[in-house]
Every structure is written in C-alpha cells, then in structure tokens.
C-alpha cells in the first residue's frame, strides 16, 4: 500500500506536473526557511531552494520506498546541497553582514502587532547571532529540532547518526547557546 | 550529583524524558544549584524562542520560477488569481479605465436623452398598467422616431440645397474662366470652328458632364 508521499512521487513520475506542484508548495517552505537558518540571507536562500529543488525533480527516480519517508530523502538531499554550499562559501566568503529580521517579522503572522513584531525581531536577531557563533554540527541540530521541529528519529535518519548522538548534540547546543546568551545579555546590561 | 553531570540531562529534563530516578536526583541538584537553575531557564526561554522563529513565506514569482525550471509548467492559479490576473488587473491600466469611464458615462448620458421618461411607483404596477406603460413608452419612442425622420428629411433638403447653390456657382465661376480675353488672340493660326472645342480642354476641369 502507498503512502500519500509515495503516491505523489509516483505521479511525478508518471509526468504529472501538477503533482511536482503539490511537492514544491508541500515541501519548498521547509526547504526555504532551512536554507536560510543556513545562509542568514535572503537571495543566498532563493537560490539555494531552487538548486536543492531542481536537484529533488532530477533525481526522482533515485528515490526508494524503503530507504525511508520523501521528507527525509528531501531534507537529506537540501542538507546535502546546503552543506556544500557551506564548504563552498566558507572558501570564498562574501562581504557584509547578515540580513536583518525586521521585514521577516512583519510578515509573521504570529505577531501582528506591531511592537510585540519588533520585540520578536530583536529576540530572534539575538538568537540568530548566538547560532552562528556554534560549531555547524550543534547549530544543525539545533535548527533541525528547536526551529523545524523535526523528531529525534527523523533527524537521526537524516544526519545518518546514531539517535543518542542526536540527543546529545541537541543537548550540548542549547547548553552552549544558553551559556552564550547568557554572557551577552550580561554584557548588554554591563553597557547599558 | 556535581553540575557538569547535571548539564548532560538538562534537556532530557526539560522534555520531561528522563528515568524518574534521574530525573528526581536532578530536581534535587536544581534546587540547591543556582547556576544550573538559570542555565534550565535560560534554555527553555530558547527553545520558545526557537518555536516562535518567524519563518519566510515563499512568493508566488518564486514558486513560478522554480516551476518553470523543473516541470517547464507555469503554477495552477486560483479563480481569485484568474480574476485579478485577467479582469481587474487590465482594469487598473489608466488607459482602459479612462475609456471604460468615459464609455459609461456616455452610455448613461444617451439613456439619459433617448429613454422616453416613465414615472413607475410599486403600487401602480398591475398588469393593465404595465401594459399602458408599454404602450405609452412604445407611442413615445414611435413619435421620437418619427421627428427624428423628419429631422432627418429637413437636413437632407437642406443639403441638396447648399449643394445646388454650390454647383450653380462652380457652374457660373467656369464659364467666366472660358471667355477669352481680349488681344490675346493668336492671328496666324486659323480660328478652330466653334463646334469642334471641347468644352473642358480650355479649363482642364471636369466637374458634371455637358
């Protein structure tokens, strides 16, 4: 019996574009918002998402049903694609600073007033620059548990590691990011 | 239990998947240790904060870029996309609107002119009446018509007569262009016979036939 995911790479397959649709809406977001967490640029992400997606419609036919769920095999491919894309800019790194959130936030419809939007901007700018300052493999497991919100075991699947290892670098990013936060929040008050 | 043990479980605290023995030898340590209570907090205000990380939406251009280099297919719009895409869209151009404005406001101002006036009330609207209305507004717009025919038999004359008018002028203006003027004659050349000029060769008009 297939599964929903497994039907639509079926008809994918089958060359039924308005299936490939339903993909890209279904799983295009993720993988945008997971190449930001990475780039921390807007258009780096873009790109990224169209590369990472391109790559997915071109190696359809790669896919099994039993090498694990189409979420997966997607974030595995995006993770792979990112992590290059990583290597390839830590060589050649571009000038300037991160994007800001503000206009992120806006968009948010958590938050539509208007200060609790720029409350949440800084909050999540603080977060951001305490994330960059983590080695890749904690900053990785913290986006994939704490900000997609992927299961342990999903993520185990993905980074092709033991689950116990998942948990402790899980744990050890927070531990480290708390630690970090802490210091700068006691700057911060230092200052002001 | 020294703090840096405490550390490794902090989180399997947090999500409340510890054993219980663990779990209530690091409740214990929490409560004595303030570093490590912070450190909890300071962890948990993190994972909020990672749940509410705003997330960026993927615009509709970009969704149709990515399409268009995958499947080749464009992306299916919605009836609302359809709508704004192929009616109010092309609406909004100044062009069109200026010209749908002034298209209404001319229909109107012609309903307004050649509508025969009818006063109709709810309460006088009965068969009879409706087919009085009809009538009337039938012997009204027949009336209309025929002053419009007249009108119409008044220009025409009136055209055929400015028309006469001019021709007899024209008529009059190339006769006076036809009469030779006087010393001017050649004398060698015999004088042709009257009959044989054609009438137009002297003035290269030809206006009515002779």
Redo the contacts between chains.
């Keep these: 019996m297939l599964s929903g995911d497994q039907k639509l790479v079926e008809r994918c397959l089958q060359g039924d574009d308005s299936a490939w649709e339903i993909v890209v809406n279904l799983y295009g977001k993720r993988i945008y918002n997971l190449s930001y967490r990475y780039t921390n640029r807007r258009e780096e992400a873009e790109d990224l998402t169209q590369n990472i997606l391109i790559r997915v419609y071109q190696n359809l036919r790669s896919y099994r049903l039993d090498a694990g769920s189409f979420q997966n095999w997607i974030l595995r491919v995006a993770r792979n694609l990112i992590i290059d894309h990583y290597r390839q800019v830590r060589r050649f790194p571009k000038t300037g600073g991160s994007e800001e959130l503000e206009t992120m936030s806006i968009q948010d419809e958590k938050t539509p007033n208007p200060q609790r939007a720029a409350e949440q901007a800084e909050a999540s700018r603080f977060l951001q620059d305490g994330l960059q300052a983590l080695s890749p493999e904690l900053k990785e497991a913290i986006i994939l548990r704490d900000i997609e919100g992927i299961a342990y075991q999903d993520i185990a699947e993905l980074l092709s590691v033991p689950e116990g290892t998942v948990k402790s670098r899980i744990n050890r990013g927070r531990l480290e990011l708390a630690k970090l936060l802490t210091k700068r929040r006691a700057l911060l008050g230092m200052q002001m | 239990m020294d703090c840096s043990k405490v550390?490794?479980?902090?989180?399997?605290y947090m999500e409340a998947s510890l054993p219980a023995e663990a779990a209530d030898a690091v409740a214990k340590h929490l409560v004595s240790c303030r570093n490590c209570s912070?450190?909890l907090q300071?962890?948990r205000s993190?994972?909020s904060?990672?749940?509410?990380?705003?997330?960026?939406?993927?615009g509709p251009e970009?969704?149709e870029?990515?399409?268009l280099?995958?499947?080749?297919?464009p992306?299916?719009r919605s009836f609302r996309e359809l709508l704004h895409q192929h009616i109010i869209r092309p609406l909004l151009t100044p062009r069109l609107a200026i010209g749908a404005t002034l298209a209404t406001l001319f229909l109107f101002l012609m309903l307004d002119l050649m509508l025969p006036r009818l006063s109709v009330t709810f309460s006088s609207i009965s068969p009879a009446g409706v087919v009085r209305l009809m009538d009337r507004g039938a012997r009204q717009l027949y009336g209309e018509g025929l002053r419009a025919y007249n009108k119409k038999n008044e220009w025409q004359e009136q055209y055929n007569r400015f028309k006469n008018n001019t021709l007899n002028n024209l008529r009059s203006i190339m006769e006076q262009i036809d009469v030779p003027v006087e010393g001017h004659q050649k004398t060698e050349e015999p004088e042709p016979p009257k009959d044989d000029a054609p009438k137009e060769k002297s003035s290269g008009l030809f206006l009515w036939p002779a």
């Design positions: 550390e490794l479980w902090l989180s399997e912070a450190l300071e962890m993190i994972v904060l990672c749940h509410d990380y705003p997330s960026l939406e993927m970009f969704v870029r990515i399409l280099r995958t499947s080749g297919r992306r299916t």
